[in-house]
């Protein structure tokens, strides 16, 4: 516990934060405010649910936050699928963040049951 940044699940959910939060800079999302905001939200939460759930004194405590993070990426992978359907974001970019969205989801169960082991 306590060594969030050594998590390659940590990592690879701040790399699609730092990605989402470039790609909702441009245009169009930089007028739908609405849009833009949501997922910048969901796309932070799921590193920074990583992180806090790391940090504190149970694994009872991690595991929730843990949970956490894979609705962010839930939520994240929701408001990429609403992008690409309204012209917002091409197909390649709808599969990176799909394909990321998955990638860290799998991570975070392969995290919990590991960490279940230990309650």
Known sequence: MGRFMELNVWKRAKDLAVFVYRLTGQE???HDFSLRDQIRSAAVSIPSNIAEGDELDTNK?????FYIAKGSSAEVLTQAVV????????????????????????MLMQLIKARSKSI
């Open 61 to 65: 405590q991690a595991i929730k936050h």
């Open 28 to 30: 169009p999302f930089n």
């Open 83 to 106: 992008a690409v359907e309204i012209g917002y974001i091409d197909d390649e970019t709808f599969e990176f963040i799909q394909g990321e969205c998955s990638n860290i989801s799998g």
